[in-house]
């Protein structure tokens, strides 16, 4: 069984960073394509960022671009989410997913079969 774990979540004031890791047991990491995905409180779950099977592409959100990096690290089975210069906007629950069916990694949240808990960001001053 595919489980996923998220971590790394807190609050942190407006211009700060913090990593978000989604650990994954089950199964070798390179099995799947992860997405990062995130849910403000009244609005709908959007995605964030997301990583192939092989580490080699990635996709970002315009809202997100050059400021978030996602990466893999196949030997401890973990995809991180770096967030910098976050925004009181980024506040959200952010949750990490495991795609069976695509390789290159999708925005589209009915792209992928398994999700972890979430974890919250909170951006405030």
């Known amino acids: 069984q595919l489980q996923l774990v998220e971590s790394g979540g807190g609050l942190v004031q407006p211009g700060g960073s913090l990593r978000l890791s989604c650990a994954v047991s089950?199964?070798?990491?390179?099995?799947?394509?992860i997405g990062w995905f995130r849910q403000a409180p009244g609005k709908e779950r959007e995605g964030v960022s997301c990583?192939?099977?092989?580490?080699?592409?990635?996709n970002y959100a315009d809202s997100v671009k050059a400021r978030f990096t996602i990466s893999n690290d196949n030997a401890k089975n973990t995809v991180y989410l770096q967030m910098n210069s976050l925004k009181p906007e980024d506040t959200a629950v952010y949750y990490c997913?495991?795609?069976?069916?695509?390789?290159?990694?999708?925005?589209?949240?009915?792209?992928?079969?398994?999700w972890g808990q979430g974890t919250q960001v909170t951006v405030s001053s």
């Open positions: 997913a495991a795609s069976t069916h695509v390789h290159a990694g999708t925005l589209w949240e009915y792209d992928y079969d398994y």
């Open positions: 089950g199964f070798p990491l390179d099995y799947y394509a």
């Open positions: 990583i192939s099977r092989s580490g080699a592409n990635t």
